[in-house]
């Protein structure tokens, strides 16, 4: 059996970390025409809470 509350959060973290980085070099990309990059991994932030949200709710220990 997979401990998939540990990969979802796994995926969570990347994402966070990704989108910090982005930050960092938000003028760069910005003029080189790729600032939609600094949204891309807020929403993968935003999907994989959601999907936190959902493999804590059909835990057969509630999300313990």
Same mark, same amino acid.
């Given at each position: 059996?997979? %401990? *998939? ?6 995926? $969570? ?8 980085? &982005? ?8 003029? *080189?025409?790729? +600032? /939609?990059?600094? /949204?891309?991994?807020?929403?993968? $932030?935003?999907?994989?809470?959601? +999907?936190?949200?959902?493999? %804590?709710?059909? &835990?057969?220990?509630? +999300?313990?």
């Amino acid at each position: 059996m997979t %401990n *998939d509350r540990a990969a979802v959060l796994v995926g $969570i973290v990347t994402w966070a970390v990704v989108w910090v980085v &982005s930050l960092m070099f938000r003028a760069r990309l910005a003029a *080189d025409g790729h +600032g /939609w990059w600094t /949204w891309t991994p807020l929403a993968g $932030i935003v999907l994989g809470l959601m +999907g936190l949200a959902y493999v %804590n709710r059909r &835990s057969p220990r509630g +999300g313990a």
